[in-house]
């Protein structure tokens, strides 16, 4: 009940080795295990014939067990985690410590922006990053959990893929209570992992609602469509994180007191909703939706809603004595 075996052993220095083996299989796996050998044969069952244990040691590290052939997922063209990557969304030690942002985009990453300075926000989204959590309703889809390593550096990305072909598509989605007529941002983190190119958010509730597209291949903001009424897309928008990962995000003008956030993280065509088994596949993070005409900074979430109070910030007496006096600022990307 085995078949197309296949096996690599791959150098990764001070003596270490990355050891794979895979394998079709016709029913579910009940055994999998690995250990020390003299060389010998082994049996059928995969045990050694005769094996002398003296003196055989090793060291063994990251064992993984993964239905999706794949290893755990970091980059598109390596599929391996890299604890090197040095991540650009950082969170301040305390509350009330000034935040500085930096450029994120490939042409210019690193270049200091400046004070952050934003207006109170609350994510009603529970379990902000952990999909694979009940809270989150999957429609033909899987999630693998802490499978990446996510825009602030740690291993909590997500790795969602479809588990049917399907004209229907796949998708995560939550129900969330809102007020009467808010205006609403939906918002996530999202990385290609070598699927296919589309994302799309719909923000509904009943038979109404909105739909936009996104391509996750060019960074570009696709087409929208509203149907029903009582819903209309006040602005989209994508932002470049660093290492392959972007923010979609699409403002909503609604009415009645809940909606549906509803991400199909992979489709095949910008405009539908064509799902895969074989090619529907995104590493996800960081959901929002706040009560706001545009998205906020990342408020991580688990089974309450979070809330960050506003921002302002003020200089020290700096021994002004009178006279005339100028006050300049350079402000980027306000919504105020």
Known sequence: ???????????????????????????GVTLAYMGISDGTAVSSNGYGTG?????????????????VNSLVYDSPTTNQISREYSSTLKSVANAGDPRFEYAADGQSVGTALGLLVESQATNLVTHSSAFDDGSWNKSRAVIDS????????????????????????????????INSNATVNASIFQKKTGGDNYALFIIYSGSSGIRQWFNLATGEIESSSVYGSGFTIVNSGVEEVGNGWMRLNVTVSCTGSSVFYNCYPGVSAGGGYTCSATTTNALIW????????????????????????????????????????????????GYG
């Open 1 to 27: 009940s085995v078949t197309n075996p296949s096996s690599t052993v791959t150098a990764l220095g001070s003596s270490w080795y990355r050891l794979t083996l895979t394998a079709t299989v016709s029913s």
């Open 146 to 177: 802490n499978s990446a390593i996510a825009p602030d550096g740690t291993l909590t990305a997500d790795y969602f893929r479809a588990t049917s072909d399907s004209t229907n598509g796949a998708s995560v989605y939550k129900s969330l209570a």
């Open 51 to 67: 094996w002398n244990s003296t003196g055989e040691t090793m060291y063994a590290w990251g064992v993984q067990l993964s239905s």
């Open 286 to 333: 960081g959901a929002m939706l706040t009560e706001s005409s545009a998205p906020s900074s990342y408020i991580a979430t688990t089974s309450s809603q979070v809330s960050r109070a506003a921002d302002s910030c003020s200089v020290a007496d700096f021994g002004y004595t009178g006279g005339p006096v100028s006050v300049v600022s350079e402000t980027s990307g």
